[in-house]
């Protein structure tokens, strides 16, 4: 699900960055806020950062004592995505194991569709491994699949999260 949050940052420029015009330190606390949460990725309680959407305000400035650098603390507008039991979403397969499959949807890589969850289909083995229905369905690499979340983990050391997902439900599996 994508969010709009309003989110407080603090923002430091270096002190080679200021002029006296005021033109270049607006751009410079552009990019580096932008730097900043490009760098920050993801956080438990927003999701993923996708993009900054308008910056609301710029405070005072505050001298750092001992490099000379600027301290701004600015207020922007973001777009984040996160991920929530019981929403159904869709994802694309890029990897077929013997026990399920693993899902990308949007700036997640880590979502696992256990072959439990998804019972009319069996594995086929062979060198592109697939999942194979009685209505010859395919579940294979590239093939996008609607499934409902079950539960997220959030990893704090990577930064990101994981989703165990199924296919249990009323109009989920591949999409065509």
């Known amino acids: 699900?994508?969010?709009?949050?309003?989110?407080?940052?603090?923002?430091?420029?270096p002190a080679e960055n200021l002029?006296?015009?005021?033109?270049?330190?607006?751009?410079?606390i552009v990019v580096c806020l932008?730097?900043?949460?490009?760098?920050?990725?993801?956080?438990?309680d927003l999701g993923?950062?996708?993009?900054?959407?308008?910056?609301?305000?710029?405070?005072?400035?505050?001298?750092?004592?001992?490099?000379?650098?600027?301290?701004?603390?600015?207020?922007?507008s973001s777009i984040t995505f996160k991920i929530f039991k019981?929403?159904?979403?869709?994802?694309?397969?890029?990897?077929?194991?013997?026990?399920?499959?693993?899902l990308r949807c949007g700036p997640i890589d880590n979502i696992y569709l256990s072959s439990m969850k998804m019972l009319d289909y069996r594995y086929v083995p062979g060198e592109n491994p697939v999942?194979?229905?009685d209505k010859t369905s395919k579940i294979e690499k590239d093939v996008v699949v609607r499934f409902v979340v079950l539960g997220t983990k959030w990893l704090e050391?990577?930064?990101?999260?994981?989703?165990?997902?199924?296919?249990?439900?009323?109009y989920l599996g591949p999409v065509s």
């Open 157 to 170: 050391a990577e930064r990101e999260f994981q989703a165990l997902v199924s296919l249990e439900g009323d």
């Open 131 to 133: 999942f194979l229905n």
């Open 34 to 44: 932008l730097d900043d949460f490009a760098k920050k990725r993801a956080t438990k």
């Open 19 to 28: 002029d006296a015009k005021g033109l270049m330190l607006q751009r410079s």
């Open 86 to 102: 019981g929403e159904i979403l869709e994802g694309v397969v890029h990897k077929v194991l013997k026990h399920g499959v693993l």
């Open 1 to 13: 699900m994508f969010l709009k949050v309003q989110l407080p940052w603090n923002v430091i420029i």
């Open 48 to 76: 993923y950062y996708l993009a900054v959407s308008t910056l609301e305000s710029i405070g005072e400035g505050k001298v750092r004592q001992q490099t000379g650098d600027v301290l701004f603390p600015v207020v922007f």
